[in-house]
C-alpha cells in the first residue's frame, strides 16, 4: 500500500486564504502551524512500517488528536469561502475522517487508522484547485521522504506551486517507467490549465509536444486527441455576453454530447470549465432562489462525470444540498435521479445490488423532499 501517493494531496487542504484582515490573518496563522503539525505526521504516514511502529504511537497519536483539534476551529467554518457550498462539506467529511482515526489508533486498529485516513486527499484536490490563493509554502523539508515525480506533482499542487506542479506531472509522463501513472498526471496536469491558469494554447502547444515523444496507447490518444478539439473549440468562442450560469450550463451540456462513456475522457475540458465558472460564481456572488438550485444541480451532474479527477463523494455533496435546500423543484428531482442512480452503481457488484437499510432510508426522505411528498406524523 503506498500511503505516500495517496496521502500527498492531503496537503492541499492545509493552504488556505491570503492574509488580507485581522481574521484572515488569525486564519492563516493557524493553518501555518496546522500545516507544521500535517507535514510532522506525514513523516510517519508515508511509511507504513513506521507508522505501525511501537514506538511512534504516542507522537503518531499526538499528531492525529492536533489535527483533529485544529480543523475544529472556528476560523476555518467561518471563512470568506464558507459560501461555496463544497467547502464546509468538505470540512466536514475530513473532520469526521480524523475523528474515527483517532479513535481507531487509540484501540489499536492502525491499519484502519491508515485506510481511513486514505479518503482524505481527494476532498483536498478538489477544493484548492479552485481558490485563488497566494503561497510560499516552500517543498525543500520533503527531500528527505525520496518522492516520485508523480507524488512529487501532488504535493506541488497541494501547495498550489502550479509551475513546479507542471514540470512534475509532464516528466510522469514522459518516464516510460510510469506509464501507470501517466494519465492521471496529465489528467491533473489538464486541471491546471483549465481551472487554475486557463491556457488554451499553452495546453495545445505542450499536448501536440508530448504526442510526438510518448508513446501512448490507442485509448490513451483517443483521449487527448478529444483534449485537443475541446481546447480549439475554446480558442474560438465568441466573446457573446451570457451570464456566467448559463455558459456554464452550455460547457456542461456540450461535455456530456461529446461522451459515449463516462470513461472515455471526452468533454473533459468542457466539464472543467463549467465547474470552475459555477465555484467562482457561488463564491462571489452568492445566488439565490432558482439560481442556486440550478447551480447546484449543475455542479451535481459536472462532478458524476469528473470521479476519475476528483473524490467520488463531490456529486452527492452537490446533489444533496439541491434537495434539501430547494425541495420540490425540478432541479431537486433532477438531482435525485441522479443521485440514487449514483447511490445504486455505488452498491451494484456481481452479486447483485444491496444497498444498506440507511442508505436506503436516506434515499427515500431525499426522494419525499425532490418530489415535495409531506411527511407523515410519527404514529405514538
Not at 481551472?195 to 510526438?212: E, F, G, I, K, W
Request: hydrophobic residues 35%.
Amino acid at each position: 500500500m503506498n500511503l505516500k501517493k495517496i496521502l500527498l494531496p492531503f496537503l492541499l487542504l492545509l493552504l488556505l486564504l491570503p492574509a488580507t484582515s485581522f481574521a484572515q490573518e488569525t486564519l492563516r496563522n493557524r493553518m501555518d502551524y496546522v500545516f507544521e503539525v500535517f507535514r510532522s505526521l506525514f513523516y510517519y504516514t508515508a511509511d507504513e512500517d513506521r507508522f505501525k511502529d511501537p514506538d511512534n504511537r504516542e507522537e503518531i497519536f499526538r499528531l492525529i488528536e492536533e489535527l483533529r483539534t485544529n480543523f475544529n476551529a472556528h476560523e476555518l467554518k467561518t471563512s470568506d469561502y464558507s459560501k461555496d457550498p463544497g467547502y464546509l462539506s468538505a470540512l466536514e467529511s475530513l473532520r469526521r475522517v480524523l475523528d474515527d482515526s483517532r479513535h481507531r489508533f487509540a484501540e489499536g486498529r492502525h491499519g484502519y487508522a491508515l485506510w481511513r485516513l486514505r479518503s482524505i486527499p481527494g476532498y483536498c484536490i478538489t477544493c484548492h484547485v479552485r481558490y485563488e490563493v497566494p503561497i510560499d509554502f516552500s517543498t525543500e523539508s520533503m527531500e528527505d521522504y525520496e518522492l516520485s515525480s508523480f507524488e512529487l506533482g501532488q504535493f506541488l499542487m497541494a501547495s498550489r506551486q502550479f509551475d513546479k506542479a507542471s514540470e512534475a506531472l509532464l516528466e510522469v509522463v514522459e518516464d516510460p517507467k510510469e506509464r501507470f501513472n501517466r494519465m492521471e498526471a496529465l489528467r491533473k496536469w489538464m486541471v491546471i490549465y483549465t481551472r487554475v491558469n486557463p491556457d488554451p494554447q499553452h495546453a495545445l502547444t505542450v499536448l501536440t509536444r508530448l504526442r510526438s515523444k510518448v508513446d501512448f496507447s490507442t485509448n490513451e490518444e483517443e483521449e487527448i486527441k478529444g483534449w485537443i478539439r475541446s481546447l480549439r473549440r475554446w480558442q474560438r468562442e465568441s466573446g457573446a455576453q451570457i451570464s456566467t450560469l448559463r455558459r456554464a450550463e452550455a460547457l456542461m451540456t456540450q461535455g456530456l454530447q461529446m461522451q459515449e462513456s463516462r470513461l472515455d475522457g471526452n468533454g473533459l475540458v468542457e466539464l472543467l470549465r463549467a465547474t470552475s465558472l459555477l465555484h467562482k460564481l457561488m463564491e462571489r456572488s452568492a445566488p439565490t432562489g432558482s439560481d442556486r438550485a440550478r447551480a447546484l444541480y449543475l455542479l451535481g451532474r459536472s462532478y458524476t462525470e469528473l470521479t476519475d479527477v476528483f473524490t467520488y463523494e463531490m456529486p452527492e455533496i452537490f446533489l444533496r444540498q439541491c434537495i434539501r435546500q430547494h425541495p420540490g423543484t425540478e432541479d431537486a428531482k433532477n438531482c435525485y435521479r441522479i443521485y440514487s442512480e449514483n447511490v445504486t452503481m455505488g452498491y451494484s457488484g456481481s452479486g447483485g445490488t444491496r444497498i444498506p437499510g440507511d442508505i436506503q432510508a436516506e434515499l427515500k426522505e431525499l426522494y419525499d423532499l425532490a418530489f415535495g411528498i409531506p411527511t407523515l406524523p410519527t404514529q405514538g
